[in-house]
Structures are given as C-alpha cells and as structure tokens.
C-alpha cells in the first residue's frame, strides 16, 4: 500500500525558514515525481514544485521560485522542500504527491495529475 507522510510544518515569522519533508513508502520511489502543492481553505490546490524520480529535473512555481528549494533522498524515499523567506501568502496546508514517470510527460503543476497524496501538514507564517 502506498502512502505519503508530509512532515515539518508549522508556525514561522515572515522572513524565517521551515524545512518540509515527504516520507514515501510502499512504491519503488526513484521511478515517481514528487509534486508539492498548497492549499488555502476555500481556494483550489496550488502548484508549487516537481522533483523527478532521479532529482534531474526540478520546477517551481513563479511564486516560490528563488525562495524554495526541492530535493530528494531515494535512499531514503523521502523528498523535502526547504522554504526560505517566508511570506504570510505562503501559509497555507501543504501536501506533497506523487505518481510514476517523469513529470515532464505530464500536466506537473495539475492535481489530476498526481496518483498519491499525503495528508497535509499546516504551514502558518505570521506577519
């Protein structure tokens, strides 16, 4: 059985760090891109990076882009996301997905296109 365990969130100033991490279990990790996306109650998921299955390509929405960094661990299947700069616009709840291939053969930045998902965890930045 497949699943996904975000961990790290939590409550930041604006302009501090928080590092989030993806757990994977269940699949054989180094074949799927990891996505993160964010959600804003009442607002639809939103984009913010793809890893590949072996870390050669990355993307970043505009909005994070210069601030967030993505990486992963295949030894360890695991996949974190190092955000840097926090702004209040970045809380939000963020989960991470996955599905197999590589991301450049698939809408990256669509939640349809994701086969897995974790559960959340909140991101609260204070002004």
């Known amino acids: 059985q497949v699943q996904l365990v975000e961990s790290g969130g939590g409550l930041v100033q604006a302009g501090g760090s928080l590092r989030l991490s993806c757990a994977a279990v269940?699949?054989?990790?180094?074949?799927?891109?990891v996505a993160w996306f964010r959600q804003v109650p009442g607002q639809a998921h939103e984009f913010v990076a793809v890893?590949?299955?072996?870390?050669?390509?990355?993307r970043y929405a505009d909005s994070v882009k210069g601030r967030f960094t993505i990486s992963r661990d295949n030894a360890k299947n695991t996949v974190n996301l190092q955000m840097n700069s926090l702004k209040p616009e970045d809380t939000a709840v963020y989960y991470c997905a996955a599905k197999f291939g590589d991301y450049t053969a698939f809408p990256a930045s669509h939640r349809s296109s994701y086969n897995y998902w974790g559960q959340g965890t909140q991101v609260t930045v204070s002004s």
């Open positions: 890893i590949s299955g072996r870390g050669l390509s990355i």
């Open positions: 269940g699949l054989t990790f180094s074949t799927y891109s």
